[in-house]
T-cell receptor, first 113, second 112 residues
Framework: ETGVTQSPTHLIKTRGQQVTLRCSSQSGHNTVSWYQQALGQGPQFIFQ???????GRGNFPPRFSGLQFPNYSSELNVNALELDDSALYLC????????????FGQGTRLTVV | AQSVTQLGSHVSVSEGALVLLRCNYSSSVPPYLFWYVQYPNQGLQLLLKYTSAATLVKGINGFEAEFKKSETSFHLTKPSAHMSDAAEYFCAVSEHTGKLIFGQGTTLQVKP
């Protein structure tokens, strides 16, 4: 079975631009979560999608938005990029059984200049 | 609200020595607890998880952790460190929604 894959692996954007990050969930997983990991910090929960609906959101502004597709892959969109958005963005997928383990992708390193 | 505190942002041990990484949690309900490892420029890999079964949990690569409710702790240990264990380690608690709340992380350095 394939694991969680994210694209691109690295990205450089200019302040004010918009960015889309992509995630393919592991086979059989219907729940996808996104996390932001700033340098030297632990990952922070952005939001979670279950069967194409957002069912949980962390303390992030509305310019962070997402989608989940029928095949359970997902996108994270960030508008009006700020310098502080520079971080490693991690996608995790799991089944919808409560508290099963989440499997993480390699992440996308976003640099905003 | 649930939270996780990892005591010690950096831990340095000699190869072959005991590894002890500390994690304390705060939760108003019985917690689900996890330890993840992160190697440079990579995502997170699950080491082990506690889900209210046995209090001593064995994971991959020789790691184990003990859940102590009275101390609200879930410390990670390994009897003998290997050079390949050098990485960032994160303790996390899970809410019922599956949202993971992570600690700040502990960098483990292994000296030859």
């Amino acid at each position: 079975e394939t694991g969680v894959t994210q694209s691109p692996t690295h990205l450089i954007k200019t302040r004010g631009q918009q960015v889309t990050l992509r995630c393919s969930s592991q086979s059989g997983h219907n729940t996808v979560s996104w996390y932001q990991q700033a340098l030297g910090q632990g990952p922070q929960f952005i939001f979670q999608y279950y069967r194409e609906e957002e069912n949980g959101r962390g303390n992030f502004p509305p310019r962070f938005s997402g989608l989940q597709f029928p095949n359970y892959s997902s996108e994270l969109n960030v508008n009006a990029l700020e310098l502080d958005d520079s971080a490693l963005y991690l996608c995790a997928s799991r089944t919808d059984t409560v508290n099963t383990e989440a499997f993480f992708g390699q992440g996308t390193r976003l640099t905003v200049v | 609200a649930q939270s996780v505190t990892q005591l010690g942002s950096h831990v340095s041990v000699s190869e072959g020595a005991l590894v002890l990484l500390r994690c304390n949690y705060s939760s108003s309900v019985p917690p689900y607890l996890f330890w993840y490892v992160q190697y440079p420029n990579q995502g997170l890999q699950l080491l082990l998880k506690y889900t209210s079964a046995a209090t001593l949990v064995k994971g991959i690569n020789g790691f184990e952790a003990e859940f102590k409710k009275s101390e609200t702790s879930f410390h990670l240990t390994k009897p003998s460190a290997h050079m390949s264990d050098a990485a960032e380690y994160f303790c996390a608690v899970s809410e019922h929604t599956g949202k993971l709340i992570f600690g700040q992380g502990t960098t483990l350095q292994v000296k030859p």
